[in-house]
């Protein structure tokens, strides 16, 4: 019986909510008329023991009459009554009691011989009456509008945590949205736990069990855009063990955009769980380096170098010039920029290891800050494709600085990797090169006052060579999700903040620097693997939970991989005026040490000798004492007017 009491409700408050604003207006005015007549009518009959008919009925149309101006007046029939709220009902509160003092200011000429005394109890009785019915009908009419909207979303509702503005901004939204239905708040405040925010109560902590199972809630939102990164967190890790899917509000100062709230809730990433606290970026060093200038990016179209083009087109430089191997990706990043609106962009596509065509570029184009993200870098296939990895990632890396030499190039930032610290792999060693490579050219560039510096952190979330993708991917798939050792670690930043910082190291480069990010803590990959399970809303199934839903198994550390990554050679570490930027001058080769070597891995190359490749790679890489060897052998080092051909070797050797 009472489910269809219920179904029959629903229906006319589905009918209701079908019918046009005009229909609705007069229902509303229709309903306040009748409430109003009655209550005009029977006050002053019981006030005064009886009333003639002619005056009773006077006193209900003035009453109807001074009401329905009055809300008219106040907008009260524009509102939608589903989505009233606080203001509106203040309005209700205004408009009830001017409408009191006009109805009741026509009481002495409607019935004449009243005491004051009378007057003034009809007045207030009417008054508080109205404001009863008026008021408190609404907010009926309101629970009852949402009944059927709650029984639809059953399921699909929401727990919102943070009982605060910003977490009843996002109530409102979502009202008004077709997407998720807020089921109640939860906040760890005490001030506030028991009490009601817009109709819905707060709760505890540590009642989202008891919610969760209550109203079949399956996400919940993160409502804390003033909270430290830790305690977003701390908030996040909770929910997750309720096996729930949460999204987060951004940091406050992004609601300055203006975005509608419900499309700033993002999805909670991994850098949510890391609880990195970013460190607000400096102006002037983000724009010194850059801003007026014609800059070049290698490997634009990579995750960092997307990014990199993306900051730059922020900070006003005269021109981009977007070099990428990959078509595809080269055309991303170009839409990119034009998704911005910055048009002075110059796709140029083609490798780096064609130095006459990076010389045309840099001389046409008239570039003057090289940023340099073009390498291979993921591990185990350039382990498998040795030739091919240290021609694109050593000689490429040659080519382009012997372009930029030769076309004046004033500022050169190399982006480099934590796997280039003591290597264990040909790509680690192929970083490393392309340190010492950068390094031995800003020796000799430094009389000019030419800057060529370096930048070394970690992994990047999200990047094509970040593990976080592939374990999502897994996730979807249902598992398992593959990690290679079970103490295995890596050192982990936001894409956003590494250019950032890496933007600012440039400008504060004096040349011949390692700079180094602060990443942070290294992460465990296999508790990272299991964050992103419960991320998922998704359990670990193992021992102890064979009926979870992922799988994790053990692979085995593939060739040259690491169980824990290092970030800088020796212990000469230095702190600089950033709070995230570390500065190390650590060993390095002359010139004249390095060349031979160079000359030794062009030629191994030339003869397709894998071996011989490796050797003189790793026995550079690893920073063996060859000097002396070197010293027998000849390298110096070739002239910026000396151009051989291509297929010639590295100029100046033969």
Request: net charge neutral.
């Amino acid at each position: 019986m009472i489910d269809v009491v219920f179904l029959r409700t629903d229906r006319w408050a589905e009918w209701l909510r079908g019918r046009s604003s005009r229909v609705k207006h007069a229902l509303l005015m229709t309903w306040d008329g009748i409430w109003v007549a009655l209550l005009a009518g029977m006050v002053p009959w019981a006030v005064r023991g009886g009333v003639p008919l002619g005056e009773f009925l006077g006193l209900m149309g003035v009453g109807v009459g001074a009401v329905w101006g009055v809300f008219h007046w106040f907008g009260l029939y524009r509102q939608v009554v589903r989505f009233i709220s606080e203001e509106a009902l203040l309005a209700v509160t205004k408009g009830t009691s001017t409408a009191a003092l006009v109805w009741g200011g026509m009481i002495p000429w409607l019935v004449p011989g009243w005491s004051m005394r009378e007057w003034l109890a009809t007045a207030v009785v009417l008054w508080l009456a109205l404001l009863v019915t008026t008021g408190g009908s609404r907010l009926l009419l309101r629970a009852w509008l949402w009944q059927p909207v709650r029984r639809r979303f059953k399921g699909r509702q929401a727990l919102v945590y943070g009982a605060n503005d910003a977490g009843w901004q996002l109530v409102s939204a979502l009202r008004q949205s077709r997407e998720l239905l807020a089921a109640a708040f939860v906040d760890d405040d005490p001030a506030v736990i028991g009490k009601e925010f817009g109709g819905l109560r707060v709760y505890g902590a540590d009642e989202i069990g008891l919610l969760v199972r209550r109203y079949e809630v399956q996400e919940a939102i993160v409502a804390l855009p003033n909270a430290s990164e830790f305690k977003r967190r701390q908030v996040v890790e909770l929910l997750c063990q309720h096996n729930l899917r949460v999204r987060v509000m951004p940091p406050a100062v992004d609601f300055a955009a203006g975005f509608y709230l419900p499309r700033i809730v993002r999805e909670v990433d991994v850098g949510d769980l890391l609880g990195r606290n970013r460190v607000a970026p400096d102006p002037r060093l983000l724009r010194e380096a850059v801003a007026g200038e014609s800059v070049m990016v290698t490997g634009a179209g990579g995750s960092i170098g997307m990014e990199l083009c993306r900051q730059i087109a922020l900070l006003a430089p005269r021109r981009i010039v977007l070099v990428e191997l990959n078509e595809f990706a080269l055309y991303q990043v170009q839409q990119l920029l034009l998704e911005m609106g910055f048009v002075e962009h110059v796709p140029a596509l083609g490798s780096i290891e064609d130095r006459l065509w990076l010389e045309t570029l840099i001389e046409q184009f008239e570039v003057r800050v090289v940023f340099h993200a073009a390498a291979y870098k993921h591990v185990p296939l350039v382990e498998r494709n040795v030739l091919q990895g240290v021609r694109n990632n050593v000689l490429g890396t040659w080519r382009l600085l012997e372009a930029c030499r030769s076309g004046e190039v004033e500022r050169f930032v190399l982006i480099s990797s934590d796997k280039a610290v003591n290597p264990s792999n040909v790509m680690g060693a192929t970083k490393r090169w392309q340190e010492l490579l950068t390094r031995a050219v800003a020796q000799l560039e430094r009389p000019a006052g030419h800057v060529y510096t370096m930048v070394r952190f970690g992994n990047v979330l999200g990047s094509s060579g970040s593990v976080v993708p592939l374990f999502q991917r897994q996730i979807r798939r249902g598992g398992p999700v593959t990690v290679t050792h079970p103490e295995v670690t890596r050192y982990f930043m936001s894409v956003h903040e590494a250019v950032e910082l890496v933007l600012q190291a440039a400008s504060m480069a004096k040349g011949g620097e390692v700079f180094l990010l602060d990443m942070g803590e290294p992460v465990p990959i296999l508790e990272l693997a299991r964050k992103l399970i419960r991320l998922a809303g998704l359990s670990e199934r193992n021992e102890n939970n064979p009926d979870g839903d992922v799988e994790i198994v053990f692979t085995g550390l593939r060739p040259g991989e690491k169980l824990h990554e290092e970030l800088v050679i020796g212990s000469n570490v230095q702190p600089t005026s950033h709070p995230k930027i570390r500065q190390a001058m650590e060993p390095y080769l002359e010139w004249s040490a390095l060349a031979p070597w160079l000359q030794e891995l062009e030629e191994a190359l030339a003869w397709g000798d894998g071996e011989r490749v490796r050797r003189a790679l790793f026995t550079v890489a690893k920073g063996e004492q060859i000097a002396d060897e070197a010293e027998g052998r000849g390298g110096a080092y070739p002239s910026r007017e000396r151009r051989g051909g291509r297929g010639e070797g590295v100029e100046g050797y033969r």
